[in-house]
């Protein structure tokens, strides 16, 4: 699957999803794109077709119901590295328990948001 790790979270967690060598995980540190506005970061994930991962709920789902067609939100709290890193473990291991032969196609026009005890909920988004 391919992620959009949000600058709001610690870069550790791209590198995490990436080592494992089934996901292509990039975060704004690896391209030199701190600091650029969420419509622009939005914009590039539709184009790269990569479901973006944030703890930035209400900016994120606002862009996401402005369109029609988007890769997905996957929502974080806002945990310890280590903490963001077993969370996302859990939805990873969610999407392929419950997604089939393409796990992400669960995202398509949905956000997820996983709460700090592990509880996982999917919501159509437009």
Not at 43 to 59: K, L, P, S
Request: glycine letters at 6%.
């Amino acid at each position: 699957m391919k992620f959009f790790i949000d600058e709001c979270i610690s870069p550790t967690l791209s590198q995490h999803l990436n080592q494992k060598g089934l996901h292509d995980a990039v975060h704004p540190r690896d391209r030199g794109r701190l600091r650029d506005p969420d419509h622009v970061v939005f914009a590039r994930a539709i184009e790269e077709d990569r479901i973006i991962v944030t703890e930035n709920a209400d900016d994120f789902r606002k862009l996401a119901s402005a369109v029609d067609l988007h890769p997905g939100l996957i929502i974080l709290p806002s945990v310890a590295r280590a903490e963001a890193q077993r969370l996302m473990d859990l939805v990873i291991a969610h999407l392929l328990e419950t997604g089939g032969e393409r796990p992400q196609d669960l995202l398509v026009n949905s956000v997820l948001a996983i709460t700090i005890d592990g509880a996982i909920g999917i919501d159509p988004l437009p």
